[in-house]
């Protein structure tokens, strides 16, 4: 399986609910670098291992976005980074407003498992009334 087949696949899981699943792709000193300004993260936004991300990120998309989904436009890999080019889309629940925010990731996949996360979003785009 490519880098590329292997996030493909975690997108796909992730899509559907599957987190344990999604945990199990993840080295298990993943470092996870959350966009700095993301509406739920403190501090630096970074989170160590599976568990870390499992409670730090995703325990709280239904905390707060109704509908949350990832829709990819590009996905593509350069040597052992994967980059995703795409949207966020959903509605943050604070605000009650649907929102569509530019979204990028780039993974680092090493031995068949994803040791690094980074994100860049459009903050603005979810939180502001």
């Known amino acids: 399986m490519t880098n590329t087949e292997l996030l493909k696949n975690a997108y796909s899981l992730f899509s559907e609910g599957k987190v344990p699943e999604v945990l199990a792709l993840f080295d298990p ?49 350069i040597g052992d980074k994967v980059v995703m080019v795409g949207f966020y889309k959903g509605k943050w629940k604070a605000t009650g407003k649907e929102f569509t925010a530019n979204a990028t990731h780039v993974w680092t996949v090493k031995e068949n498992k994803i040791t690094h996360f980074f994100q860049a979003v459009d903050t603005a785009e979810i939180i502001s009334p």
Not at 68 to 77: A, P, R, S
């Open 29 to 77: 000193q993943i470092e996870w670098r959350e966009c700095t300004g993301f509406p739920f993260i403190e501090g630096d936004g970074i989170s160590v291992g599976p568990a870390a991300v499992a409670q730090d990120i995703f325990s709280q998309i239904p905390v707060h976005y109704d509908g949350f989904n990832i829709q990819i436009n590009e996905l593509f890999g």
